[in-house]
């Protein structure tokens, strides 16, 4: 017997179409980009480096960049969209009846590997080190916070009481801001050390900011934070 939620426009076991060339391309040429504007970083440093060089090492025109980033800044804010998209996949699969914020702890869960966290890790490191860096921490930290935004405003749009434009809000820039602190404390912990323990130090440490902002901060919840250091 037919599913009665499913749809013959939505099929449950429909399988996505296969990106074309064009859409393969056009990420080639994005990966080739923010690659180039990595290597530039780690090799002449912040500041040192424009547009046209970053142009020159992918292989394309300083129009080309501009297709598809507005600045050196964006390209390398970019670096973390990666690991950003797997976890808003991730989010998105959770149950639709799910709190909002279990559903992120899970969506952090569910990226296994610590080596999936590194680019965010590397930039956030970068950002940290030059102050040169700070825009293009807000230009990552900004499209986050719009992302989480999104999947919020979607998952909330049928939930009586909660489509207040003022909750979905507050709940975005409070996902961000725990997801920030975690960032902090371990690089206040690590530095740039990008080491799989490191890296998987962070996964836990963002999973817990988000354990700790659904407990409403209560210290029964996390008694560790009761203890002086």
């Excluded at 590194?118 to 930039?123: D, F």
């Excluded at 371990?186 to 988000?210: C, H, K, N, T, V």
């Amino acid at each position: 017997m037919p599913d009665p939620l499913s749809s013959p426009e939505t099929p449950q076991d429909a399988v996505p179409a296969a990106p074309s060339r064009r859409e393969l391309n056009k990420a080639a040429t994005r990966q080739a980009i923010t690659d180039a504007a990595l290597g530039l970083l780690r090799s002449k440093g912040p500041g040192n480096f424009t547009v046209e060089d970053i142009a020159d090492t992918a292989g394309i025109s300083r129009r080309t960049f501009f297709n598809y980033f507005s600045s050196t800044d964006a390209a390398l804010a970019s670096i973390v969209h990666g690991f950003l998209d797997n976890a808003i996949q991730q989010l998105r699969l959770r149950p639709a009846d799910e709190p909002m914020l279990e559903s992120a702890q899970a969506a952090l869960v569910a990226l296994a590997d610590p080596k999936a966290i590194a680019p965010l890790a590397e930039l956030f490191s970068l950002t940290q080190q030059s102050p040169l860096m700070s825009h293009t921490e807000l230009e990552a930290w900004d499209h986050c916070r719009a992302q989480v935004f999104t999947v919020a405003r979607e998952r909330l749009a049928g939930t009586p009481g909660e489509r207040d434009e003022l909750y979905v809000h507050a709940l975005a820039g409070s996902i961000i801001s725990c997801g920030k602190a975690a960032m902090e404390v371990w690089f206040s912990r690590r530095g740039p050390d990008l080491s799989p323990a490191s890296l998987a130090e962070l996964r836990q440490l963002l999973i817990d900011a988000m354990a700790l902002l659904g407990a409403g901060f209560t210290t029964t919840a996390f008694p560790s934070a009761t203890r002086s250091s």
